[in-house]
């Protein structure tokens, strides 16, 4: 295993390892890291979440081979984590990591998270408006697109329309702000950073997908959902967490069949793996690979030259 303090004047550098949910992330992740002396920063919205281990398909301490994981379970699942907090976290973890003369290796599927984090976006600073929650939260996703293009049409030109907690989200700024602020970048400055984007099929990703969605449901998904509810987590933030969680809420809710809540989980996972791959096709600076021999060519070529 490498290891950046090894040698003198060496560059420290930041990997992240993006794509599609099922596309095989964390694996490569895991590999990277122990082959360059890595640690994995997961970026995913719902991982940060205590207990939403099966359904959101969580890394298990097995699966990481002895690497160390940051910026999982940092959250109760009743409370909001925004990207603001998971800017502010990651950025700190980073620096962390990289002061122990070690790579940090960022993971995930959130492409705002990971944008928040690298490219530095300039979250506006708008507390959560409880009383606008509560009157949008009976709202369809359509409904919550209107409002807001009513409110803020250069916003909502660009924004993910069917995802409630992000529209609902903009609502509010632009209630607060008027507007919701043109996005500013200030790239990250800790190290340069290499962006390894996993290129799959559309065919391989579905058949993952179903999969490794059969396998969580053996592995006690719904049991697990039953336990979140029994310690106090409602069936409103279920639905909020989104996926998973609401489907599986409805169905324990007895307000669809468990072949029902498969069939739309599925469909809903699909959509959603192909709007990741939409969002992180806008970047450019990502190197595409297909597979870990690839992304293991990648960071030997991007590393400083005195490694």
Known sequence: MLHIAQKKNTKPLIIAVVGPTSSGKSDIAVLLAKKFGGEVISADSRQVYR??????????????????????????????????????????????????GRIPIVCGGTGFYIDAFLKGISL??????????????????????????????RRAKNIDRKNPRRLVRAIEIATALGHVPPIKHTPVV??????????????????????????????????????????????????????????????????????????????????????????????????????AKEALLEVWKHLPVDF
């Open 51 to 100: 207990g939403l281990n099966i359904g959101t398909g969580k890394i298990t301490k097995k699966e990481m081979l002895g690497v160390p994981h940051h910026l999982l379970d940092v959250a109760s699942p009743a409370s909001r984590f925004t990207a603001s907090m998971y800017q502010k976290k990651a950025s700190r973890v980073a620096e962390q990591i990289i002061k122990r």
């Open 124 to 153: 506006p600073e708008v507390a959560p408006n409880r009383a606008l929650r509560r009157a949008l939260e009976k709202k369809s996703v359509q409904e919550l697109f209107e409002i807001l293009r009513a409110l803020d049409p």
């Open 190 to 291: 800790l190290a340069p950073i290499l962006t390894i984007g996993i290129v799959i099929t559309d065919k391989q990703l579905k058949k993952n997908i179903h999969v490794r969605l059969l396998k969580r449901i053996k592995s006690g998904m719904v049991s697990e959902a039953k336990q979140l509810h029994k310690n106090g987590l409602s069936w409103k933030r279920f639905d909020e967490l989104g996926l998973e969680y609401r489907f599986l809420a409805r169905y324990l809710q007895k307000k669809i069949t468990k072949q029902e809540m498969l069939t739309q989980l599925e469909t809903a996972i699909n959509q959603y793996a192909k709007r990741q791959k939409q969002w992180f096709k806008r970047d450019t600076s990502i190197i595409l690979v297909k597979s």
